[in-house]
């Protein structure tokens, strides 16, 4: 079955450093995996999304993130981080309905990033 | 930019009352989802319609809850007899294809 795995829960970094948000899945086929990010009080907003081709992907608000097979990993990068992007993380891969079409999504358990001015 | 709306944004209920969670999904978007996340726990997928009728749910998704599209632009989920365990926040995304769209989502609350 398919699963997401986040292992940082907490992330502390200071305004301006860079950051690495981890994201482990599991997944037997091509997977569609994408980062959502959650602010306090609001809906998931997409960031970015990778189903195929480039590996490193492109996203909304400077942030990106690379597709490693042979890691089975998906991990959002961003270079400078600003006060404004604290909120919680979530990575998150899509598997296919049979019937009917569209997907379902499967989450990690998110990663929370706390913002040091 | 097209959103999904979601109301209320928090519902308080009594244990073994009904509730309605209403969405309006983007409006040219063919499948629409119910997930839920209770406090401290993962998001889950609870259920997926289209064309009328429900494509996947999950074993969450038990008869104690049920989904309707009455018109062409709203998408409800209903729980018959809500139970303390149903306190979560409920989220409704819509798609044109791979990419879902989330709301706010709705805070249910049952005491």
């Known amino acids: 079955a398919q699963s997401v795995t986040q292992p940082d829960i907490h992330i502390t970094v200071s305004e301006g450093a860079s950051l690495e948000l981890r994201c482990n899945y599991s997944?037997?086929?091509?997977?569609?995996l994408f980062w959502y990010v959650q602010s306090p009080g609001q809906g998931l907003q997409l960031l970015l999304k990778?189903?195929?081709?480039?590996?490193l992907v492109q996203g909304i608000k400077g942030f990106e993130a690379e597709f490693k097979r042979s890691q089975s990993s998906f991990n959002l990068r961003k270079p400078s981080v600003h006060w404004s992007d604290a909120a919680e993380y979530f990575c998150?891969?899509?598997?296919?309905?049979?019937?009917?079409?569209?997907?379902?999504?499967?989450f990690g358990t998110g990663t929370q990033l706390k913002v040091e001015l | 930019e097209p959103e999904v709306t979601q109301t209320p944004s928090h519902q308080v209920t009594q244990m073994g009352q009904e509730v309605i969670l209403r969405c309006v999904p983007i409006?040219?978007?063919?499948?629409f989802y119910w997930y839920r996340q209770i406090l401290g726990q993962k998001v889950e997928f609870l259920v997926s319609?289209?064309?009328?009728?429900?494509?996947?749910k999950s074993e969450i998704f038990d008869d104690q809850f049920s989904v309707e599209r009455p018109d062409g632009s709203n998408f409800t989920l209903k729980i018959r007899s809500t139970k303390l365990e149903d306190s979560a926040m409920y989220f409704c995304?819509?798609?044109?294809?791979?990419?879902?769209?989330f709301g706010a989502g709705t805070r249910l609350s049952v005491l």
């Open positions: 990778y189903f195929s081709g480039d590996t």
């Open positions: 319609f289209y064309n009328n009728e429900i494509s996947e």
């Open positions: 998150a891969v899509a598997t296919p309905i049979l019937t009917g079409g569209g997907n379902k999504l499967t």
């Open positions: 409006s040219n978007h063919l499948y």
């Open positions: 995304a819509s798609s044109e294809g791979q990419t879902q769209y």
């Open positions: 997944y037997g086929a091509t997977p569609y």
